[in-house]
Protein backbone atom coordinates (compact mmCIF):
# COMPACT_ATOMS: atom_id res chain seq x y z
CA UNK A 1 0.00 0.00 0.00
CA UNK A 2 1.08 3.78 0.42
CA UNK A 3 2.40 6.64 2.23
CA UNK A 4 -1.07 7.73 3.13
CA UNK A 5 -2.02 4.38 4.43
CA UNK A 6 1.00 4.50 6.87
CA UNK A 7 0.34 7.65 7.78
CA UNK A 8 -3.36 7.19 8.54
CA UNK A 9 -2.54 4.21 10.54
CA UNK A 10 0.17 6.58 12.83
CA UNK A 11 -2.61 8.76 13.68
CA UNK A 12 -5.11 6.61 14.79
CA UNK A 13 -2.38 5.12 16.92
CA UNK A 14 -1.64 8.73 18.34
CA UNK A 15 -5.21 9.64 18.95
CA UNK A 16 -5.57 6.12 20.21
CA UNK A 17 -3.29 6.93 22.68
CA UNK A 18 -4.34 10.58 23.43
CA UNK A 19 -7.79 9.11 24.12
CA UNK A 20 -5.99 6.83 27.00
CA UNK A 21 -3.86 9.11 28.52
CA UNK A 22 -6.64 11.55 28.46
CA UNK A 23 -9.05 8.99 30.29
CA UNK A 24 -6.64 8.52 32.59
CA UNK A 25 -5.75 11.78 33.72
CA UNK A 26 -9.53 12.90 33.32
CA UNK A 27 -10.26 10.46 36.66
CA UNK A 28 -7.69 12.55 38.68
CA UNK A 29 -9.53 15.86 37.46
CA UNK A 30 -12.13 16.95 39.86
CA UNK A 31 -13.00 19.80 42.36
CA UNK A 32 -12.23 17.31 45.29
CA UNK A 33 -10.49 17.86 47.66
CA UNK A 34 -9.74 21.13 45.63
CA UNK A 35 -10.15 21.85 41.95
CA UNK A 36 -7.53 20.16 39.66
CA UNK A 37 -5.68 16.84 39.92
CA UNK A 38 -6.06 14.68 42.76
CA UNK A 39 -2.95 12.66 43.27
CA UNK A 40 -3.29 8.89 42.83
CA UNK A 41 -2.40 7.61 46.48
CA UNK A 42 -5.06 10.26 47.71
CA UNK A 43 -7.02 8.74 45.46
CA UNK A 44 -6.10 5.19 47.44
CA UNK A 45 -6.43 6.50 50.72
CA UNK A 46 -8.98 8.84 50.66
CA UNK A 47 -12.37 7.08 50.81
CA UNK A 48 -14.65 9.72 49.99
CA UNK A 49 -12.10 10.24 47.00
CA UNK A 50 -12.23 6.61 45.59
CA UNK A 51 -15.87 6.63 45.87
CA UNK A 52 -16.47 10.13 44.17
CA UNK A 53 -13.98 9.11 41.34
CA UNK A 54 -15.14 5.49 41.14
CA UNK A 55 -18.64 6.10 41.10
CA UNK A 56 -19.44 9.13 39.60
CA UNK A 57 -16.37 10.43 37.69
CA UNK A 58 -16.02 6.91 35.41
CA UNK A 59 -19.26 6.54 34.71
CA UNK A 60 -19.49 9.97 33.57
CA UNK A 61 -16.26 9.83 31.74
CA UNK A 62 -17.14 6.41 29.85
CA UNK A 63 -20.07 8.04 28.77
CA UNK A 64 -19.15 11.16 27.62
CA UNK A 65 -16.28 9.37 25.23
CA UNK A 66 -19.42 6.97 24.13
CA UNK A 67 -21.33 9.95 23.57
CA UNK A 68 -18.65 11.53 21.46
CA UNK A 69 -17.83 8.56 19.55
CA UNK A 70 -21.28 8.15 19.08
CA UNK A 71 -21.80 11.30 17.69
CA UNK A 72 -18.30 11.59 15.61
CA UNK A 73 -19.23 8.29 14.30
CA UNK A 74 -23.21 9.07 13.28
CA UNK A 75 -22.53 12.43 11.80
CA UNK A 76 -19.41 10.53 9.57
CA UNK A 77 -21.65 8.26 8.14
CA UNK A 78 -24.53 10.74 7.28
CA UNK A 79 -22.52 12.65 5.55
CA UNK A 80 -20.90 10.64 3.87
CA UNK A 81 -24.20 8.75 3.05
CA UNK A 82 -26.01 12.06 2.38
CA UNK A 83 -23.13 13.18 0.07
CA UNK A 84 -23.30 16.90 2.47
CA UNK A 85 -20.90 17.96 4.80
CA UNK A 86 -23.78 19.86 6.71
CA UNK A 87 -25.56 17.09 7.78
CA UNK A 88 -25.23 16.30 11.76
CA UNK A 89 -26.88 12.64 13.38
CA UNK A 90 -30.07 14.20 14.64
CA UNK A 91 -31.11 15.83 11.37
CA UNK A 92 -33.21 12.81 10.25
CA UNK A 93 -35.64 13.70 13.17
CA UNK A 94 -34.02 12.42 15.56
CA UNK A 95 -32.55 15.07 18.12
CA UNK A 96 -36.05 16.59 17.88
CA UNK A 97 -37.96 13.60 18.74
CA UNK A 98 -35.96 12.86 21.92
CA UNK A 99 -36.44 16.42 22.77
CA UNK A 100 -39.99 16.19 22.26
CA UNK A 101 -39.62 12.65 24.11
CA UNK A 102 -38.28 14.05 27.04
CA UNK A 103 -40.18 16.84 27.65
CA UNK A 104 -43.53 15.02 26.87
CA UNK A 105 -41.75 12.47 29.88
CA UNK A 106 -41.12 15.42 31.62
CA UNK A 107 -44.93 17.76 31.76
CA UNK A 108 -47.09 14.32 31.61
CA UNK A 109 -44.94 11.13 33.11
CA UNK A 110 -43.86 12.32 35.96
CA UNK A 111 -39.88 13.28 34.89
CA UNK A 112 -38.80 9.89 36.56
CA UNK A 113 -34.92 9.38 34.63
CA UNK A 114 -36.22 6.15 33.42
CA UNK A 115 -39.29 7.10 31.88
CA UNK A 116 -37.44 10.57 30.72
CA UNK A 117 -35.03 8.41 29.39
CA UNK A 118 -37.26 5.86 27.61
CA UNK A 119 -39.30 8.51 25.95
CA UNK A 120 -36.70 10.11 24.66
CA UNK A 121 -35.37 6.98 22.92
CA UNK A 122 -38.67 5.92 21.63
CA UNK A 123 -40.00 9.37 20.03
CA UNK A 124 -35.92 9.51 18.50
CA UNK A 125 -36.73 6.49 16.50
CA UNK A 126 -40.33 7.72 15.65
CA UNK A 127 -38.73 10.20 13.96
CA UNK A 128 -36.61 8.44 11.88
CA UNK A 129 -39.54 6.23 11.05
CA UNK A 130 -41.36 9.31 10.26
CA UNK A 131 -38.94 10.97 8.30
CA UNK A 132 -38.10 7.56 6.28
CA UNK A 133 -41.93 6.83 5.81
CA UNK A 134 -42.27 10.47 4.19
CA UNK A 135 -39.55 10.34 2.31
CA UNK A 136 -41.12 7.19 0.68
CA UNK A 137 -43.87 8.87 0.11
CA UNK A 138 -42.44 12.31 -1.50
CA UNK A 139 -43.25 11.83 -5.41
CA UNK A 140 -40.17 14.11 -6.85
CA UNK A 141 -36.03 14.03 -6.32
CA UNK A 142 -33.81 11.73 -5.23
CA UNK A 143 -33.64 9.68 -2.68
CA UNK A 144 -31.14 11.89 -0.56
CA UNK A 145 -33.26 14.96 -1.33
CA UNK A 146 -36.21 13.73 -0.26
CA UNK A 147 -35.13 12.16 2.93
CA UNK A 148 -33.23 15.23 3.80
CA UNK A 149 -36.36 17.45 3.22
CA UNK A 150 -38.50 14.57 5.42
CA UNK A 151 -36.04 15.03 7.94
CA UNK A 152 -36.39 19.05 7.84
CA UNK A 153 -40.16 18.76 8.08
CA UNK A 154 -40.39 16.08 10.84
CA UNK A 155 -37.81 18.14 12.58
CA UNK A 156 -39.98 20.93 12.62
CA UNK A 157 -42.96 19.05 13.63
CA UNK A 158 -41.23 17.99 16.75
CA UNK A 159 -39.91 21.07 17.71
CA UNK A 160 -42.98 22.46 17.31
CA UNK A 161 -44.26 20.06 19.96
CA UNK A 162 -41.55 21.35 22.25
CA UNK A 163 -42.11 24.75 22.00
CA UNK A 164 -45.78 23.92 23.04
CA UNK A 165 -45.11 21.75 25.83
CA UNK A 166 -42.85 24.29 27.19
CA UNK A 167 -45.56 26.76 26.74
CA UNK A 168 -47.28 24.86 28.81
CA UNK A 169 -45.13 23.55 31.18
CA UNK A 170 -45.22 24.99 35.19
CA UNK A 171 -42.36 27.16 34.90
CA UNK A 172 -41.30 26.73 38.09
CA UNK A 173 -40.46 23.10 37.90
CA UNK A 174 -40.71 21.07 35.22
CA UNK A 175 -39.41 24.08 32.59
CA UNK A 176 -36.18 24.62 34.24
CA UNK A 177 -35.79 20.72 34.22
CA UNK A 178 -36.73 20.81 30.23
CA UNK A 179 -34.17 23.98 29.14
CA UNK A 180 -31.38 21.57 30.91
CA UNK A 181 -32.19 18.61 29.25
CA UNK A 182 -32.15 20.86 25.92
CA UNK A 183 -29.11 22.36 27.31
CA UNK A 184 -27.57 18.42 27.33
CA UNK A 185 -25.09 17.62 30.15
CA UNK A 186 -24.10 13.86 31.45
CA UNK A 187 -23.53 15.08 35.46
CA UNK A 188 -26.88 12.60 36.31
CA UNK A 189 -24.89 9.38 34.52
CA UNK A 190 -24.69 6.47 37.04
CA UNK A 191 -23.59 3.44 36.46
CA UNK A 192 -27.00 2.16 35.60
CA UNK A 193 -27.64 4.62 32.96
CA UNK A 194 -24.84 4.12 31.06
CA UNK A 195 -25.30 0.50 31.32
CA UNK A 196 -28.47 0.30 30.07
CA UNK A 197 -27.53 2.26 26.98
CA UNK A 198 -24.11 0.66 26.43
CA UNK A 199 -24.73 -2.62 24.46
CA UNK A 200 -27.48 -0.91 22.19
CA UNK A 201 -24.55 1.91 21.35
CA UNK A 202 -22.16 -0.52 20.92
CA UNK A 203 -23.71 -2.58 19.10
CA UNK A 204 -24.81 -0.02 16.08
CA UNK A 205 -21.06 1.00 16.81
CA UNK A 206 -19.77 -2.35 16.08
CA UNK A 207 -21.54 -2.44 12.74
CA UNK A 208 -20.38 1.05 11.54
CA UNK A 209 -17.19 -0.70 12.40
CA UNK A 210 -17.61 -3.56 10.16
CA UNK A 211 -18.74 -1.18 7.05
CA UNK A 212 -15.75 1.12 7.44
CA UNK A 213 -14.55 0.51 3.83
CA UNK A 214 -17.97 -0.62 2.16
CA UNK A 215 -19.54 2.97 2.90
CA UNK A 216 -17.35 4.46 0.63
CA UNK A 217 -19.40 2.57 -2.08
CA UNK A 218 -22.87 4.36 -0.63
CA UNK A 219 -21.09 8.00 -1.54
CA UNK A 220 -21.46 7.16 -4.72
CA UNK A 221 -24.76 7.55 -7.07
CA UNK A 222 -27.55 5.01 -6.72
CA UNK A 223 -26.88 3.11 -10.16
CA UNK A 224 -22.98 3.34 -9.94
CA UNK A 225 -22.88 1.46 -6.76
CA UNK A 226 -25.52 -1.01 -8.03
CA UNK A 227 -23.15 -1.49 -10.60
CA UNK A 228 -20.36 -2.21 -7.89
CA UNK A 229 -22.14 -5.05 -6.24
CA UNK A 230 -23.56 -3.32 -3.90
CA UNK A 231 -28.17 -2.99 -2.40
CA UNK A 232 -28.02 0.65 -2.07
CA UNK A 233 -30.92 0.73 -0.63
CA UNK A 234 -31.03 -1.93 1.97
CA UNK A 235 -27.23 -1.50 2.60
CA UNK A 236 -28.22 2.41 3.22
CA UNK A 237 -31.35 1.68 5.27
CA UNK A 238 -28.90 -0.55 7.49
CA UNK A 239 -26.17 2.17 7.86
CA UNK A 240 -29.11 4.54 9.05
CA UNK A 241 -30.28 2.50 11.68
CA UNK A 242 -26.82 1.10 13.08
CA UNK A 243 -26.12 5.09 13.32
CA UNK A 244 -29.47 6.21 14.64
CA UNK A 245 -29.97 3.49 17.12
CA UNK A 246 -26.88 4.74 19.06
CA UNK A 247 -27.32 8.30 18.68
CA UNK A 248 -30.75 7.74 19.45
CA UNK A 249 -30.06 6.10 23.34
CA UNK A 250 -26.72 8.56 23.61
CA UNK A 251 -28.97 11.54 23.42
CA UNK A 252 -31.67 9.99 26.00
CA UNK A 253 -28.97 9.79 28.91
CA UNK A 254 -27.38 13.31 27.40
CA UNK A 255 -29.81 15.85 26.60
CA UNK A 256 -28.92 17.94 23.43
CA UNK A 257 -25.46 17.60 22.57
CA UNK A 258 -25.00 19.82 19.81
CA UNK A 259 -22.11 20.28 16.82
CA UNK A 260 -19.65 17.40 17.89
CA UNK A 261 -21.53 15.02 14.97
CA UNK A 262 -20.83 17.48 12.88
CA UNK A 263 -17.60 19.55 13.33
CA UNK A 264 -15.99 15.93 13.75
CA UNK A 265 -16.70 14.54 11.14
CA UNK A 266 -14.89 17.64 9.26
CA UNK A 267 -11.67 17.24 11.54
CA UNK A 268 -11.49 13.95 10.80
CA UNK A 269 -11.95 14.13 6.81
CA UNK A 270 -8.85 16.68 7.24
CA UNK A 271 -6.56 14.44 9.19
CA UNK A 272 -7.94 10.80 7.32
CA UNK A 273 -9.05 12.06 3.92
CA UNK A 274 -12.23 11.18 2.74
CA UNK A 275 -11.97 7.23 2.49
CA UNK A 276 -14.05 6.15 5.39
CA UNK A 277 -11.61 3.08 5.76
CA UNK A 278 -9.67 5.46 8.06
CA UNK A 279 -11.72 8.83 8.55
CA UNK A 280 -14.77 6.60 10.30
CA UNK A 281 -12.45 5.28 12.65
CA UNK A 282 -10.86 8.75 13.00
CA UNK A 283 -14.13 10.61 13.52
CA UNK A 284 -15.08 7.99 17.00
CA UNK A 285 -11.98 8.64 18.28
CA UNK A 286 -11.76 12.40 17.92
CA UNK A 287 -15.22 12.46 18.74
CA UNK A 288 -14.84 10.73 21.87
CA UNK A 289 -11.26 12.74 22.92
CA UNK A 290 -13.23 16.05 22.34
CA UNK A 291 -16.65 15.06 24.11
CA UNK A 292 -14.39 14.01 27.37
CA UNK A 293 -12.41 17.18 27.18
CA UNK A 294 -15.36 19.38 26.78
CA UNK A 295 -17.21 16.96 29.80
CA UNK A 296 -13.68 17.48 32.15
CA UNK A 297 -14.03 21.34 31.51
CA UNK A 298 -18.50 21.38 31.97
CA UNK A 299 -17.89 19.39 35.42
CA UNK A 300 -14.59 21.12 36.96
CA UNK A 301 -13.95 24.61 35.40
CA UNK A 302 -16.66 26.31 37.32
CA UNK A 303 -17.97 25.25 41.03
CA UNK A 304 -21.25 24.92 38.68
CA UNK A 305 -22.18 22.60 36.39
CA UNK A 306 -21.73 24.26 33.19
CA UNK A 307 -23.99 22.53 30.70
CA UNK A 308 -22.22 20.23 28.22
CA UNK A 309 -24.23 21.21 24.99
CA UNK A 310 -23.42 25.19 25.50
CA UNK A 311 -19.50 23.86 25.84
CA UNK A 312 -19.69 21.43 22.86
CA UNK A 313 -21.65 23.90 21.03
CA UNK A 314 -19.24 26.90 21.19
CA UNK A 315 -16.27 25.04 20.42
CA UNK A 316 -17.02 23.00 17.64
CA UNK A 317 -18.91 26.89 15.88
CA UNK A 318 -15.72 28.65 16.46
CA UNK A 319 -13.71 25.25 15.32
CA UNK A 320 -15.97 24.83 12.34
CA UNK A 321 -15.02 28.78 11.97
CA UNK A 322 -11.51 28.44 12.02
CA UNK A 323 -11.83 25.27 9.74
CA UNK A 324 -13.19 27.38 6.73
CA UNK A 325 -11.30 30.52 7.21
CA UNK A 326 -7.65 29.10 7.88
CA UNK A 327 -6.28 28.99 4.13
CA UNK A 328 -4.14 26.46 4.53
CA UNK A 329 -6.84 24.07 5.08
CA UNK A 330 -8.61 24.41 2.12
CA UNK A 331 -6.52 22.43 0.06
CA UNK A 332 -6.45 18.99 0.84
CA UNK A 333 -3.35 17.54 -0.71
CA UNK A 334 -0.17 18.66 -1.13
CA UNK A 335 0.99 19.04 -4.73
CA UNK B 1 -28.22 -24.20 -28.13
CA UNK B 2 -30.06 -21.53 -29.37
CA UNK B 3 -28.29 -18.29 -30.76
CA UNK B 4 -29.30 -15.87 -27.27
CA UNK B 5 -27.94 -18.92 -25.02
CA UNK B 6 -24.27 -18.81 -27.52
CA UNK B 7 -24.39 -14.74 -26.88
CA UNK B 8 -22.81 -12.80 -24.14
CA UNK B 9 -25.84 -10.56 -23.58
CA UNK B 10 -28.81 -11.05 -25.55
CA UNK B 11 -32.07 -8.69 -25.72
CA UNK B 12 -35.31 -10.54 -26.72
CA UNK B 13 -38.14 -8.33 -27.66
CA UNK B 14 -37.11 -5.84 -24.94
CA UNK B 15 -39.37 -3.09 -23.91
CA UNK B 16 -39.16 -0.65 -21.29
CA UNK B 17 -40.78 3.01 -20.25
CA UNK B 18 -40.33 5.27 -17.46
CA UNK B 19 -43.95 5.82 -17.24
CA UNK B 20 -47.08 3.31 -17.89
CA UNK B 21 -49.24 6.07 -19.83
CA UNK B 22 -46.80 6.97 -22.24
CA UNK B 23 -45.40 5.24 -24.87
CA UNK B 24 -42.77 3.03 -24.03
CA UNK B 25 -38.67 4.10 -24.94
CA UNK B 26 -37.17 0.72 -25.91
CA UNK B 27 -39.10 -0.62 -28.37
CA UNK B 28 -39.06 -4.69 -28.91
CA UNK B 29 -35.42 -4.41 -28.67
CA UNK B 30 -33.59 -7.79 -30.40
CA UNK B 31 -29.90 -8.43 -30.57
CA UNK B 32 -26.86 -10.89 -29.75
CA UNK B 33 -23.87 -9.83 -28.65
CA UNK B 34 -21.39 -12.50 -28.36
CA UNK B 35 -18.03 -12.81 -26.54
CA UNK B 36 -15.03 -10.45 -27.12
CA UNK B 37 -17.02 -8.28 -29.65
CA UNK B 38 -17.79 -4.54 -29.62
CA UNK B 39 -21.71 -3.69 -29.96
CA UNK B 40 -22.31 0.49 -30.65
CA UNK B 41 -25.45 2.20 -30.12
CA UNK B 42 -25.91 4.40 -32.26
CA UNK B 43 -29.01 7.47 -32.20
CA UNK B 44 -30.60 10.41 -31.78
CA UNK B 45 -30.93 12.13 -27.97
CA UNK B 46 -33.69 10.67 -26.05
CA UNK B 47 -34.06 7.04 -28.50
CA UNK B 48 -33.12 5.22 -25.00
CA UNK B 49 -29.53 4.59 -25.23
CA UNK B 50 -28.42 5.00 -21.77
CA UNK B 51 -31.90 3.39 -20.82
CA UNK B 52 -30.53 0.48 -22.73
CA UNK B 53 -27.35 0.28 -20.31
CA UNK B 54 -29.46 0.44 -17.54
CA UNK B 55 -31.26 -2.51 -18.44
CA UNK B 56 -28.58 -4.79 -19.67
CA UNK B 57 -27.00 -4.29 -16.13
CA UNK B 58 -30.05 -5.29 -14.44
CA UNK B 59 -30.60 -1.50 -12.69
CA UNK B 60 -34.30 -1.47 -14.52
CA UNK B 61 -36.65 -3.83 -15.64
CA UNK B 62 -38.09 -4.79 -18.87
CA UNK B 63 -41.69 -3.87 -19.12
CA UNK B 64 -41.50 -7.46 -21.12
CA UNK B 65 -38.86 -9.36 -23.08
CA UNK B 66 -36.03 -11.38 -21.70
CA UNK B 67 -32.15 -9.57 -21.09
CA UNK B 68 -30.09 -12.82 -20.55
CA UNK B 69 -26.61 -13.19 -19.96
CA UNK B 70 -24.80 -16.00 -21.20
CA UNK B 71 -28.02 -17.59 -21.21
CA UNK B 72 -29.28 -16.74 -17.43
CA UNK B 73 -31.37 -13.62 -17.07
CA UNK B 74 -29.44 -11.02 -15.72
CA UNK B 75 -31.92 -10.01 -12.90
CA UNK B 76 -31.37 -13.49 -11.27
CA UNK B 77 -27.69 -12.67 -10.87
CA UNK B 78 -26.48 -12.11 -7.45
CA UNK B 79 -25.24 -8.83 -6.26
CA UNK B 80 -21.14 -9.41 -6.28
CA UNK B 81 -21.37 -11.73 -9.46
CA UNK B 82 -23.13 -9.01 -11.29
CA UNK B 83 -20.36 -6.72 -10.12
CA UNK B 84 -17.46 -9.24 -11.54
CA UNK B 85 -19.77 -9.92 -14.62
CA UNK B 86 -20.58 -6.13 -15.45
CA UNK B 87 -19.24 -3.04 -14.75
CA UNK B 88 -20.38 0.49 -15.91
CA UNK B 89 -19.00 3.34 -17.07
CA UNK B 90 -21.33 6.54 -16.70
CA UNK B 91 -20.90 9.72 -18.95
CA UNK B 92 -20.17 11.82 -15.54
CA UNK B 93 -20.84 11.07 -12.14
CA UNK B 94 -21.48 13.51 -8.90
CA UNK B 95 -18.30 13.76 -7.05
CA UNK B 96 -19.26 15.63 -3.51
CA UNK B 97 -16.15 14.35 -1.49
CA UNK B 98 -12.47 14.62 -2.76
CA UNK B 99 -11.31 10.69 -2.69
CA UNK B 100 -8.17 10.39 -4.15
CA UNK B 101 -8.07 8.89 -7.68
CA UNK B 102 -6.70 5.75 -6.80
CA UNK B 103 -9.32 5.62 -3.39
CA UNK B 104 -11.96 6.38 -6.02
CA UNK B 105 -10.68 3.41 -8.68
CA UNK B 106 -10.40 1.15 -5.92
CA UNK B 107 -13.95 0.74 -5.33
CA UNK B 108 -14.17 -1.25 -8.73
CA UNK B 109 -12.65 -4.25 -6.33
CA UNK B 110 -15.61 -4.28 -4.17
CA UNK B 111 -17.39 -7.10 -5.90
CA UNK B 112 -13.98 -9.33 -5.54
CA UNK B 113 -13.81 -8.68 -1.67
CA UNK B 114 -15.46 -10.63 0.45
CA UNK B 115 -18.16 -9.34 2.35
CA UNK B 116 -17.25 -6.23 4.64
CA UNK B 117 -13.90 -6.40 3.54
CA UNK B 118 -11.06 -3.95 2.48
CA UNK B 119 -8.91 -4.20 -0.22
CA UNK B 120 -5.91 -5.41 0.04
CA UNK B 121 -2.45 -4.40 -1.55
CA UNK B 122 -2.50 -6.67 -4.63
CA UNK B 123 -6.47 -5.17 -5.19
CA UNK B 124 -4.19 -1.83 -4.92
CA UNK B 125 -2.11 -3.17 -7.36
CA UNK B 126 -4.77 -3.55 -10.17
CA UNK B 127 -6.04 -0.41 -9.13
CA UNK B 128 -2.80 1.68 -9.72
CA UNK B 129 -2.77 -0.90 -13.41
CA UNK B 130 -6.08 0.59 -14.14
CA UNK B 131 -4.97 4.12 -13.89
CA UNK B 132 -1.72 3.63 -16.39
CA UNK B 133 -4.04 1.82 -18.51
CA UNK B 134 -5.66 5.42 -18.36
CA UNK B 135 -2.93 7.55 -18.81
CA UNK B 136 -3.98 8.82 -15.25
CA UNK B 137 -1.07 6.83 -13.27
CA UNK B 138 0.42 10.24 -11.63
CA UNK B 139 -2.57 11.54 -10.58
CA UNK B 140 -3.37 8.31 -8.26
CA UNK B 141 -3.32 10.78 -5.58
CA UNK B 142 -4.86 13.93 -7.09
CA UNK B 143 -8.39 14.57 -5.25
CA UNK B 144 -10.84 13.55 -8.05
CA UNK B 145 -12.53 17.05 -7.56
CA UNK B 146 -10.28 18.89 -8.69
CA UNK B 147 -9.93 16.91 -11.63
CA UNK B 148 -11.64 18.33 -15.49
CA UNK B 149 -14.34 16.09 -16.97
CA UNK B 150 -12.42 14.51 -19.07
CA UNK B 151 -9.54 13.02 -16.56
CA UNK B 152 -13.04 12.39 -15.06
CA UNK B 153 -14.25 10.12 -17.66
CA UNK B 154 -11.18 8.71 -17.52
CA UNK B 155 -11.21 8.15 -14.35
CA UNK B 156 -14.45 6.32 -14.06
CA UNK B 157 -12.93 3.85 -16.93
CA UNK B 158 -10.25 3.21 -14.89
CA UNK B 159 -13.19 1.82 -11.60
CA UNK B 160 -14.71 -0.22 -14.24
CA UNK B 161 -11.39 -1.77 -15.29
CA UNK B 162 -10.48 -2.44 -12.07
CA UNK B 163 -13.84 -4.45 -11.59
CA UNK B 164 -12.35 -7.25 -14.22
CA UNK B 165 -15.32 -7.48 -16.06
CA UNK B 166 -16.49 -9.68 -18.50
CA UNK B 167 -18.71 -7.51 -20.42
CA UNK B 168 -17.99 -3.21 -20.33
CA UNK B 169 -20.95 -0.87 -20.63
CA UNK B 170 -19.82 2.52 -21.45
CA UNK B 171 -22.14 5.84 -21.78
CA UNK B 172 -21.21 7.96 -24.19
CA UNK B 173 -16.83 7.12 -23.20
CA UNK B 174 -16.02 9.80 -25.45
CA UNK B 175 -18.46 12.30 -24.69
CA UNK B 176 -14.99 14.76 -22.71
CA UNK B 177 -12.10 13.55 -24.15
CA UNK B 178 -9.99 15.16 -26.39
CA UNK B 179 -8.40 13.99 -29.52
CA UNK B 180 -5.34 12.39 -27.64
CA UNK B 181 -7.42 10.87 -25.29
CA UNK B 182 -10.17 9.83 -27.88
CA UNK B 183 -7.26 7.66 -29.42
CA UNK B 184 -5.90 6.02 -26.54
CA UNK B 185 -9.27 5.10 -25.22
CA UNK B 186 -9.93 3.38 -28.68
CA UNK B 187 -6.73 1.46 -28.47
CA UNK B 188 -7.66 0.49 -24.78
CA UNK B 189 -10.91 -0.58 -26.36
CA UNK B 190 -8.88 -2.70 -28.90
CA UNK B 191 -6.56 -4.14 -26.29
CA UNK B 192 -9.74 -5.35 -23.60
CA UNK B 193 -11.60 -6.44 -27.20
CA UNK B 194 -7.70 -8.33 -27.56
CA UNK B 195 -8.13 -9.86 -24.26
CA UNK B 196 -11.84 -11.21 -24.59
CA UNK B 197 -13.53 -8.31 -23.08
CA UNK B 198 -16.88 -7.49 -24.59
CA UNK B 199 -17.86 -4.24 -25.29
CA UNK B 200 -21.38 -2.28 -25.29
CA UNK B 201 -21.08 1.18 -25.85
CA UNK B 202 -23.48 4.40 -26.47
CA UNK B 203 -21.63 6.77 -28.87
CA UNK B 204 -22.50 9.66 -30.85
CA UNK B 205 -19.34 10.10 -32.69
CA UNK B 206 -19.43 7.76 -35.98
CA UNK B 207 -15.66 8.31 -35.88
CA UNK B 208 -14.99 6.32 -33.08
CA UNK B 209 -18.18 3.89 -33.49
CA UNK B 210 -16.18 3.03 -37.39
CA UNK B 211 -12.70 2.56 -35.58
CA UNK B 212 -13.82 0.09 -32.74
CA UNK B 213 -17.33 -1.22 -32.89
CA UNK B 214 -17.91 -4.79 -34.49
CA UNK B 215 -21.59 -4.49 -34.47
CA UNK B 216 -24.03 -1.68 -34.58
CA UNK B 217 -27.90 -0.89 -33.11
CA UNK B 218 -29.59 1.41 -34.73
CA UNK B 219 -32.18 3.24 -32.06
CA UNK B 220 -34.85 5.21 -33.72
CA UNK B 221 -37.30 6.90 -30.95
CA UNK B 222 -40.63 4.41 -31.57
CA UNK B 223 -39.29 1.95 -33.78
CA UNK B 224 -37.82 -1.53 -32.99
CA UNK B 225 -33.62 -0.57 -33.38
CA UNK B 226 -32.00 -2.31 -35.78
CA UNK B 227 -29.28 -4.37 -35.19
CA UNK B 228 -26.71 -6.30 -37.34
CA UNK B 229 -22.67 -6.02 -38.19
CA UNK B 230 -21.29 -2.71 -38.46
CA UNK B 231 -21.05 -2.51 -42.35
CA UNK B 232 -24.61 -4.10 -42.74
CA UNK B 233 -26.22 -1.49 -40.57
CA UNK B 234 -23.78 1.75 -40.49
CA UNK B 235 -24.81 2.95 -43.70
CA UNK B 236 -25.39 6.10 -45.69
CA UNK B 237 -29.44 5.06 -46.09
CA UNK B 238 -29.90 4.07 -42.36
CA UNK B 239 -28.17 6.95 -40.82
CA UNK B 240 -29.93 9.65 -43.46
CA UNK B 241 -32.87 8.02 -41.78
CA UNK B 242 -31.86 8.09 -38.24
CA UNK B 243 -30.81 11.70 -38.03
CA UNK B 244 -33.05 13.16 -40.75
CA UNK B 245 -30.16 14.42 -42.89
CA UNK B 246 -28.26 13.13 -45.53
CA UNK B 247 -25.18 11.47 -44.65
CA UNK B 248 -22.48 10.21 -46.79
CA UNK B 249 -19.94 7.04 -45.87
CA UNK B 250 -17.39 7.95 -47.60
CA UNK B 251 -13.33 6.46 -47.38
CA UNK B 252 -10.37 8.13 -46.64
CA UNK B 253 -7.30 7.07 -47.17
CA UNK B 254 -8.39 3.61 -46.78
CA UNK B 255 -10.87 4.31 -43.52
CA UNK B 256 -14.17 5.05 -43.51
CA UNK B 257 -15.41 7.90 -42.07
CA UNK B 258 -19.00 9.65 -42.22
CA UNK B 259 -19.47 12.89 -43.32
CA UNK B 260 -22.69 15.07 -42.81
CA UNK B 261 -23.30 18.35 -43.64
Known amino acids: ?335 | MTASEAALLAFHDVSFGYYRRRPPVLWDATFHLHAGRILAVVGPNGAGKSTLLGLALGWLSPWSGQITLSGRPVRTLSRSERGRWLALVPQTEHMPFDYRAVEYVLMGRAPHLPPLAAPSGADYEIALRALEQVGLVDFADRPVTQMSGGERQLLLLARALTQQPRLLLLDEPTAHLDLHNKLRLIQIMRQLRAQGVTMLMTNHEPDVVLAVADDALLMETGRPPLFGPLDAVFTEAALSRLYHLPVRVVEVEGRKRVLWT
Open chain 1, 1 to 335: MDIHHARCARWLLILSAALVVAFSVSLLLGRYPAPGLIAPQLLAQDDLAFRLAFNLRLPRMMAAVLLGVTLGAAGAVFQVLFGNPLVEPGFLGVSQGAAFGAAFAIVFLGATAVVTQASAVLFALAGLTLSYGTARLLRYGGWTLRLVLAGIAVSALFSAGVGLLKYIADPLTQLPEITFWLLGGLAAVTWNKLLSVAPTALLGLGVLTLFRWRLNLLSLGEQTAFSLGAAPGRERLALIVAAVLPTAVMISISGMVSWVGLIVPHLARRLFQTDTRYSLPGAMLLGGLFTLLCDNAARSLLAGEIPLGILTALIGAAAFLGLMIWPQTRLNFKP
